[in-house]
């Protein structure tokens, strides 16, 4: 249990000594003016690198390159993308939530600030009451009318420490938001990559289920004038079969690819649609950015940093309580047995004084406090380093993987091309004699496995290089995180990154 010694000083005095609130008022003012205690907010060193170790061979970016440039996702030069991720600040429900949790960070910081000015009431009151006395009832009337004031000294800053970390704590909000926005925008983009895939995948099986119809037809015409045998027909029917059964199965996945993007807009699936289009999207070049600016662009390292801010503040927070605590409470008001003379001068009544406690005894509270937010520092600062650590694990991830599969693709193209010649190899001689049908099914199987294949890395590249873009912070900067002193519940959230501005 918690033992306050209380040291009042209250002063009751006529109008004159009312200099004495004065008095007491700016020596409130210079204790106020006393520095904090606890220690000062130093940011912790990181594990980094001078550069990537996949960074050979791509291009160094300047810190307001994809900043300048407009929106990450307009490097994909496609109109139907940039209206879908245009729209994900806008109705992404999550999004929402993250800006509630935002303005409710800067509420919390405005109630911390509350603590630096005075708290001031006002009240009236009507008494009436009686005695019963052998002679009679005695009645008497009572009318009162005062404002109080009370305020708490800052002395140890302890106020300043709270709104120091309630601050931080904001900032670690917005840039959750700004995360959070970035990951959903790339969410929504590699589905729309992967949807844009499965459009290319239907037209490959389409014209192939063509051209296998066509082949089928062929040999229906040469196996009735005696020319094929009736197993070439089967073979024949059953490759377009086959193939057309695939450009069917394919309408699931796309299916799917849209239903999640509606969610991701803030959409019901049953109201959303994209029309298919069978034009392909050219993997972007994208400037690397050097290792150190990872530490300012990205939203979730600049979160797990201001988190390590406020955990610091809350340390003197917590020692503050090792010191007393002063305060100052003041009335003044009007008290009478007429409500028609209650404001007159010799009516008046105030008093004004300050009161000091201390906390005596507290069977180790304040200790456990002190050990426990120092606790959470060390937390918040080995998270910090985490998440760092963490960033660069994806940024070289996407860059591996952007490396590697590109020269699969290479690769794989030439496979396509011999792929492709063989069909019109094992074609010739098919018609000549020389080889079954079966050859030519094994031709055409070979030759669309090798399409799909490559089709398969053209989308994985681009959605690495959504991978990519996001874990360099997608043009994001710590300086669009609010600064102190326009963190305000009454405010909206903290702006759009570029190219949302508006929405």
């Known amino acids: ?115 630096y000015v005075p708290t001031v009431g006002v009240s009236a009151g ?7 006395t052998p002679v009679g009832d005695q009645v008497s009337n009572q009318f009162d009318l005062s404002a109080d004031a009370s305020w708490t000294i800052d002395v140890w800053g302890k106020i300043r420490r709270q709104v120091e970390s309630d601050v931080a704590n904001a900032q670690a909000s917005a840039a959750e938001l700004a995360a959070a926005r970035l990951s959903t925008q790339a969410t929504l983009a590699s589905d729309y990559l992967e949807l844009r895939s499965a459009d290319q995948l239907t037209r ?28 070439d027909v089967v073979q024949a029917q059953t490759q377009y079969q086959t193939v057309a059964a695939a450009a069917v199965n394919v309408g699931v996945s796309r299916a799917q690819y849209e239903h999640a993007i509606a969610v991701l807009i803030g959409q019901a699936p049953a109201t959303f649609a ?49 010191y007393p605590d002063l305060s100052i409470s003041a009335s003044f008001g009007f008290q009478s047995s007429a409500i028609n003379e209650l404001l007159r001068v010799a009516n008046e009544i105030w008093s004004v004084g300050p009161e000091l406690a201390e906390t005596v005894f507290d069977g180790g509270l304040r200790n456990a406090q002190t050990a426990a937010a120092r606790a ?16 660069f694990q994806q940024v070289e991830d996407a860059l591996a993987t952007l490396r590697i599969l590109g020269q699969q693709l290479g690769l794989q193209d030439q496979a396509v091309a011999s792929a492709r010649q063989a069909v019109v190899l094992v074609t010739n001689q098919y018609q000549a ?48 995180l609010p600064q102190a002193h326009a963190i305000d519940h009454r405010s909206h959230a903290p702006p759009p990154p570029p190219g949302e501005s508006g929405h």
């Open 126 to 132: 009507a008494t009436r009451s009686g005695v019963h």
């Open 204 to 231: 490959l099986l389409d014209d192939t289920a063509v051209a296998d119809k066509r082949e089928l037809d062929i040999t229906q015409n040469q196996y009735q004038v005696g020319v094929a045998a009736q197993a």
């Open 1 to 115: 249990m918690m033992a306050h010694r209380p040291l009042p000083l209250t002063c009751l005095a006529p109008r004159p000594h009312r200099r004495a609130l004065l008095l007491v008022v700016m020596a409130a003012i210079l204790l106020g003016g006393c520095a904090s205690v606890g220690p000062d907010y130093q940011r912790p060193a990181a594990a980094t690198s001078p550069d990537f170790k996949e960074s050979h061979g791509w291009s160094q970016g300047q810190p307001q390159d994809q900043v300048e440039r407009g929106p990450w996702w307009e490097v994909y030069h496609d109109p139907v993308l940039n209206g879908l991720v245009a729209q994900v600040s806008v109705s992404n429900q999550n999004l929402k939530a993250d800006e509630a949790a935002y303005r409710e960070a800067a509420a919390i910081v405005d109630e911390a600030r509350s603590g």
């Open 376 to 391: 959470a520092y060390d937390q918040q600062v080995a998270l910090y380093r985490q998440t760092v650590l963490s960033a």
């Open 433 to 480: 004699g020389t080889v079954s049908y079966a050859s030519i099914i094994t031709a055409q199987n070979t030759y669309l496995a090798n399409e799909q294949t490559a089709l398969g890395i053209r989308t994985s590249l681009l959605t690495a290089s959504v991978a990519l873009i996001e874990a360099m912070g997608g043009g994001w900067t710590s300086d669009e």
């Open 274 to 322: 994209i029309s298919p289009v069978t034009t392909s999207l050219s993997v972007p070049v994208i400037p690397l950015a050097v290792p150190s600016a990872l530490l300012q662009r990205r939203p979730d390292i600049a979160a797990a940093e201001r988190s390590m801010a406020a955990a610091n503040a809350e340390i003197g927070v917590a020692i503050a309580a090792y």
